[in-house]
Structures are given as C-alpha cells and as structure tokens.
C-alpha cells in the first residue's frame, strides 16, 4: 500500500538507501569479549545524503525504518545534519536494521609495523529490516524523481528481491529521470548470502551500472565483483554506457572517463583524467567512497569541471578518512575551493590530518 505523503518540492539531490544503528566497541579485541558498545550511525547513501547538505546542496534521503527508537534516531540525526527526512517510510510490522563491529585491530594479525591486516568482525542484524522491503509499491517515485540527482548504490541491490526490483525501475529508463548515479559499493558478505539462495549476483550490479549516468567504482571492487583486473581502461571497456565513469584507485588517485557527448548517443570518444589523491593520515577508513561521491556530485551540480570534480571528491573523502566515525563534516566550500585551485605540484604536497576540514588545523 502506498503511503500519503507530504507535498514534494523540488531539491538538488535524493540519496535512497537503507541506514543502521550502529554499535561501536568501547574496547579491542574479539566481538565476543567486547562487554559494551556506544551508538552510531551507518549508511552509505545517507552518508552522501549528510556531506551533501553539510557542502550547501539541498538533499532528501528516501528510505524506509522501523516504527522503533532506532528509527527515531536514525531519521534525528540524519535531519540534524539538514538532510530532508519527510519522505522516510515508518513500518510497523518491521525493524530498523541494526550492526555491531569490533575495531579493525585483532591482536593476532599484528605485523611488524604494529599495524593490522586483520578485518574487524561485523555482525549484521538487518535481514528482514523495515528498508528491506523498499520496493516500487513502498517507495513514491515522485518521492525520488523531484531532484536534479538521484545517488544509489549496489548495496540496495542486495538486499532482498523488491529492493533489487526497485533498482531495476531506479536505474532503469523513464521520462524525466534525474541524473542517475550509481556507487558499485559491492558487499561481499551481503552477495554470498544471495548466491546461496540463487538469487542474482554480484553480475547485476553491472547490469545496473549500465542503466545510470555517473557510476562510482573501485579498482579493487571491480576485480572482487566482477573479475574485471587491467586497470580503469579495461571497466570502461566493460562498462562504456554511462556518461560519466570513476574508477577509484585508492590512496593512488581516481580516473575519470566522460563521454564526449555527455547524454548523446554513446558513440563520441571519452574524455580521461586522472587526478591523484592526497598524502592523508588515515584515522578510519570507512565512508572515504561516500566522500568522494559526495565531492564529485557536489561539483557536479556546481558545473565545475572535470579535475575539479575528482579533486573536490578526493576532498570530501580525507574529509571522512580523517576522522574515526564515517560521518564527516566535509570542508567548508572556501576551503575546499582555495585547495581545488592549487597547481598539481601544490596538490601533490598537500598533507592532512585530523582537524583540517573544520579550521582546527591547518593544511599543510
Ligand atoms: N590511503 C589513502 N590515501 C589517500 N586517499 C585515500 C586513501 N584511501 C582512499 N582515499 C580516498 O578515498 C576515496 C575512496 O576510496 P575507496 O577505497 O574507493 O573507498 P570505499 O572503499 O569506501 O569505497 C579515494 O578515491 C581517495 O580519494
Ligand atoms: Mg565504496
């Protein structure tokens, strides 16, 4: 059943996902030995939704939770970073997904360096969650079509049949579809799951890619997802519909390829850059690809041009990776702008650390 909504005007960008509660160790060590957690956030399109607003852009995010305190939460802190929370589907009969995680840093994979290889443990609690059963009869198009840009990701895909459905109408075409973008983010444990119920697997999130007009995706993902090894070159030859591909490589840089004709008849030659990313000391890795998405749809819908976009992208993720949580304030658009206008020696010996987003530091 289609739910009433408020009226819907216009804004620059819905972001539409699934967010979760989640619980961040108070210690090292094992899940099982962590003896309390402290709340948080997660989601990758409302981390975008956040970093969006936070750079001036008016931004939705549309997605579904439970009618629980988790919902609350999530739906508060979410609209206290601006973010419009109005079209947020409350169920009844369905929970807001939840995650606990340990620190990445398991004592048995230290190497010399005292640094660790080892993952942290994640246990998801989401199967069946409110956002789950997003599909095309819960979720109002005219909801997300308003804007001038839609920002998916292949996370939704996975999540269970309708949402996979709900991204095939997403991504696919339709009259007065807003720019489509498309962040791959593939989750190896959410696509085991589904190979094991012989649902689709990670092969539709190339399917979908094909439907957008930006897609964001990294090297590494790329070969993990899809076996597509050979550098950028080779996944746009394997992925040449979109009018705009980034292919991320990491703390190296991005590549970008834009179709000559941008929105044409995909028959003009590409335009390639490749910006580099900058000397950054790390404090947490997670949310660095919902930064940089973030910064290149930001420049974007500023009509900056191309190198501008990747620097404003490579902006936006030191942004997330040099704070702990995934939820960054991203720099204040003097800042960045100042930073973006560099000449490329300048860029290259940028070196940021924690504080220099929000004027606590300065780069140097
Ligand atoms: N080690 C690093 N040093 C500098 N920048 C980095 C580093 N790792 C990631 N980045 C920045 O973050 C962006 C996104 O990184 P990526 O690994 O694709 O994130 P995710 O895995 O979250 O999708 C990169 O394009 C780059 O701008
Ligand atoms: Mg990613």
């Known amino acids: 059943m289609r739910e009433r909504m408020p009226t819907v005007v216009s804004t620059d960008v819905v972001c539409l996902g ?24 997660g989601g990758a399109e409302s981390n975008v939704a956040c970093a969006l607003a936070g750079s001036g852009h008016s931004v939705r995010w549309v997605s579904r939770v439970g009618a629980d305190g988790f919902g609350d939460h999530l739906v508060e802190t979410i609209a206290a970073r601006g973010v419009d929370i109005g079209f947020v589907g409350r169920d009844p009969r369905r929970p807001t997904g939840i995650y606990f995680r340990t620190e990445g840093e398991r004592p048995t994979t230290l190497d010399a360096t005292g640094d660790s290889g080892g993952a942290a443990e994640v246990v998801y609690y989401r199967a069946g969650s409110a956002a789950s059963a997003m599909s095309p009869q819960t979720v109002d198009l005219g909801t997300v079509d308003d804007a001038d840009v839609l ?25 007065d579809r807003p720019l489509v973008s ?7 444990g959410l696509w085991d799951r589904a190979e094991a119920d012989a649902a689709p ?14 897609v964001f995706a990294g090297e590494d993902e790329a070969a993990a997802a899809w076996g597509v090894t050979g550098g950028p070159e080779s996944l746009r030859e394997r992925l040449p519909e979109p009018a705009v591909l980034v292919v991320k490589q990491g703390g190296e840089g991005a590549t970008a390829f834009v179709r000559g004709d941008e929105g044409g008849d995909g028959e003009a030659a590409d335009t390639v850059h490749f910006e580099p990313a900058l000397r950054i000391d790390v404090a947490g890795a997670v949310g660095a690809g919902d930064g940089f998405a973030a910064g290149f749809l930001s420049a974007t819908l500023r009509g900056l041009p191309l190198a501008e976009r990747l620097r404003h992208g490579h902006l936006t993720a030191a942004a ?13 658009r003097e800042v960045a ?28």
């Open 18 to 41: 699934e967010s979760m509660v989640t619980f961040l160790p108070s210690q090292a060590g094992r899940l099982a030995d962590v003896p309390s957690f402290e709340r948080a956030i």
């Open 151 to 175: 920002h998916v990701t292949g996370i939704t895909a996975a999540l269970s049949e309708e949402c996979l459905e709900l991204m095939r109408v997403l991504t696919g075409p339709r009259p």
């Open 182 to 188: 498309f962040d791959v983010n593939y989750r190896v």
């Open 201 to 214: 697997g990670p092969g539709v999130l190339l399917e979908l890619a094909r439907g957008c007009d930006v």
């Open 320 to 332: 997330a990776l040099t704070v702990p949580g995934d939820l960054a304030e991203p720099p204040s």
């Open 337 to 364: 702008d100042r930073l973006v206008a560099l000449d490329d020696e300048d860029w290259r010996a940028l070196h940021l650390g924690p504080g220099w987003n929000t004027g606590k530091a300065d780069p140097s």
